[in-house]
């Protein structure tokens, strides 16, 4: 069984600081993964996805992959509470068709 | 912008009815896709499909079938629902084959089987 695992949460971090999510996989095969963020009640949308080793960077989010280690994390900075809600990790399966989803981190941010 | 849409937001049955959500996405993707989403349970896959008229079995295939028979349109069946069916449904889709294509989700179908 190919596993993609986060920790439930729920995170809280104060506003201003910055959210740490961390995402670790178990297929060597994966090359490709994503984070959606998910509001309560509402559909998965696309924050970041990331393909090679090391950071990518896209305004207040950073998204990391170690593929020695089959880690994968995204940073927010100056969180908002806004930012509040599940983050989900995924990576590609080997068959290249199915996305294997994490089961979210829930991120609180109080003001 | 992709736009992924399913027929109804909220839907409410009764045991043994057949029910058919539909999904709808306008930017020409290969692949469509259809999930459950419970509490603790996370995003599971229920089917896929690569191409008109192709399907393949996701993790948790009983007791749903699909249909793809235009490009732009996946639809999932539920032959008789039941209770333990009461779930949200995701539709996603996504450009094609290789492992890296972004899936972009429909709004969700809250049903409830009575």
């Known amino acids: 069984q190919k596993e993609v695992e986060q920790n439930s949460g729920p995170l809280s971090v104060p506003e201003g600081a910055i959210a740490s999510l961390n995402c670790t996989y178990s297929d060597r095969g994966s090359q490709s993964f994503f984070w959606y963020r998910q509001y309560s009640g509402k559909s998965p949308e696309l924050i970041m996805s990331i393909y090679s080793n090391g950071d990518k960077e896209d305004g207040r989010f950073t998204a990391q992959l170690n593929k020695a280690s089959q880690y994968v994390s995204l940073l927010i900075r100056d969180s908002q509470p806004s930012d509040s809600a599940t983050y989900l990790c995924a990576g590609y399966s080997n068959s290249g068709y199915a996305l294997n989803f994490g089961k979210g981190t829930s991120l609180l941010v109080t003001p | 912008d992709v736009k992924v849409t399913q027929s109804s937001r909220y839907l409410v049955k009764r045991t043994g009815e057949k029910v058919f959500l539909e999904c709808v996405q306008d930017?020409?993707?290969?692949?469509m896709f259809w999930y459950r989403q419970d509490p603790g349970l996370g995003l599971r896959l229920i089917y896929f499909s690569y191409d008109v008229k192709m399907k393949e079995k996701g993790d948790i295939p009983e007791g749903y079938s699909v249909s793809r028979e235009k490009k732009e349109r996946f639809s999932l069946i539920l032959e008789s629902a039941s209770t333990n069916q009461t779930s949200m449904y995701l539709c996603?889709?996504?450009?094609?084959?290789?492992?890296?294509?972004?899936?972009?989700f429909g709004p969700g179908t809250r049903l409830t089987v009575l």
């Open positions: 930017m020409d993707h290969e692949n």
């Open positions: 996603a889709s996504s450009q094609h084959t290789g492992g890296s294509d972004t899936q972009y």
